[in-house]
């Protein structure tokens, strides 16, 4: 009798712990994959998954240039790509002992042979020393990991991503909801997928933009934009905000040297919040030109902890929706004023990236100047360069679909495209970046789109760059 008494209680135990679990839990818990789900709407068993680490090899320092391609294989051998996209030659570059590069040009001893390929961007035909031929796309990704892709003759991926959402291959890393980061073997980002739910109930995979980064607390974000007001003209080379953060406003300066050639001198300042702390980055690139204007050498110091301070509630003021105006006209004049567009370098965009849609049998896009399309681009420049962010969710606005239901302006499929980045950058630079993307290039070589706005706005040493489809 006492060991059916005590049988009973135990079975009441375990009987009321799981009761409890169970309490806690939704009753029908979701497809943890289904279309929509997030941590951050209550999906509490999603988790985003750590990238892997990549190798040193596969990151390029900022200080080589946007036109430098690495040869595979080699140590520190790079094709240098002119303006048509053809190889001008190749260049090495030598460690020397106070941490600089010494470059070099060179006749490379190597058993690939390397052919742009005309009409297609960043696309190489490689010969190998046996006489096979294979076709490689270079990317170079925002973060300077870069990597090659194998395509066909006319720049089609040979090994096509999974498209059977019952599957998630195992180079697919989640990084918020149903987006996953595609990995290569190297650990370089390549692109992202987000696996979603067709007409027929079955999920697939769809290539989408890389999620936009979690907004930040209330208190930080004031902080922050309230230390971006107190910044002065471009002209300041640095000044103390009124939170104690020292501000350095990034730029070129260039200074010519005995026999002919210059030093050009790049400083580039970036700001991070972490836990509950802003700090100031510096880096400086240098960077050695002969005569003729060739490269001879280079060197990056930093990036160089400048300050940090904790951010606290209460200083500056942060981004005021309420001072938007009704229409789009107002609200474009509103933001508009006292900034610096580069409308020539909006346009040498524009031409770069019309040659490529109609060498490939697309349409050129139109830019009108006054159009809904035209003003979006500018009030996206705009906003950036207010806020000094390259956020796909504005401070202000929210994402682009509010941003035009705003004012009224009706889409089935929006697309932007946007890039903060330093006003050395030339039009091709700013195409190339965009083609090499595959979200972006998707965008830019849609046959959806007939019409464009771009729009690059010009503020402290950045170009805040605007790509808008409707």
């Keep these: 009798m006492r060991k059916l008494v005590l049988l009973f209680c135990f079975l009441q135990i375990a009987f009321g712990s799981l009761w409890a679990v169970k309490a806690k839990e939704p009753e029908e818990r979701p497809d943890a994959y289904a279309y929509g789900a997030d941590e951050k709407e209550g999906a509490w ?11 040193e090899e596969w990151y390029l320092d900022p200080e080589i240039p946007q036109n430098y391609v690495p040869v595979l294989g080699e140590e520190e051998l790079y094709m240098v790509i002119g303006e048509d996209g053809r190889i001008e030659g190749y260049r090495q570059r030598i460690k020397q002992e106070d941490g600089s590069w010494l470059w070099q040009d060179v006749n490379p001893d190597i058993p690939e042979d390397y052919e742009a390929v005309e009409g297609l961007e960043n696309v190489y035909k490689v010969t190998n020393a046996d006489g096979s031929v294979k076709y490689l796309r270079y990317v170079r990704n925002a973060d300077d ?26 180079n697919y890393h989640r990084v918020q909801g149903n987006v996953y980061a595609v990995v290569n073997e190297h650990g370089v980002v390549t692109g992202y997928m987000e696996r979603v739910l067709d007409d027929d109930g ?60 210059y030093v050009e001198t790049e400083t580039i300042v970036d700001k991070k919040t972490s836990g509950g702390w802003i700090i100031t980055y510096q880096t400086v690139i240098t960077r050695t030109y002969d005569a003729s204007g060739k490269l001879v050498s280079t060197k990056k110091t930093g990036p160089t902890e ?9 200083s500056g003021s942060a981004p005021d929706a309420s001072a938007v105006r009704a229409t789009l006209s107002e609200e474009y004049e509103r933001v508009s004023s006292g900034l610096k567009y580069r409308d020539d370098i909006a346009q040498s965009v524009l031409s770069k990236l019309n040659e490529e849609r ?3 049998g697309l349409q050129a896009l139109k ?52 890039w903060r980045t330093t006003a050395t950058k030339t039009a091709k630079d700013i195409h190339t970046r965009f ?15 007939t019409h464009i706005g771009i729009a690059v706005v010009e503020k402290n040493g950045y170009f805040y760059i605007a790509e808008i489809f409707i």
């Design 45 to 55: 068993w999603l988790r985003a998954e750590d990238l892997p680490d990549v190798g």
């Design 145 to 170: 990991t870069y990597y090659f892709v194998e395509v066909d003759e006319h720049g089609n991926e040979i090994h096509q991503k999974e498209d059977n959402g019952m599957v998630i291959p195992e």
């Design 202 to 261: 079955n999920y697939t995979w769809e290539a989408c933009q890389k999620p936009k980064e979690n907004v930040k607390k209330e208190n930080e974000t004031k902080k922050q934009t309230g230390q971006e007001q107190t910044e002065q003209t471009e002209e300041s080379t640095g000044q103390t905000g009124g939170d104690g953060i020292t501000i350095i406003n990034p730029g070129i300066t260039t200074e010519e040297i005995s026999g002919g050639g």
């Design 306 to 314: 400048i300050s940090k301070v904790q951010s606290v509630t209460g």
């Design 358 to 360: 109609t060498s490939n």
């Design 367 to 418: 830019l009108s100047a006054g159009s809904d399309v035209y003003k979006i681009a500018r009030i996206k420049a705009a906003d950036m360069a207010i806020y000094n962010h390259s956020d796909f969710d504005s401070p202000v606005y929210g994402d682009l679909s509010n941003l035009l239901s705003r004012f009224g302006i009706q889409s089935a499929a929006p697309s932007e495209t946007l």
């Design 435 to 449: 083609q090499v993307q595959e979200y972006s290039r998707a965008a830019r070589m849609s046959r959806s789109y």
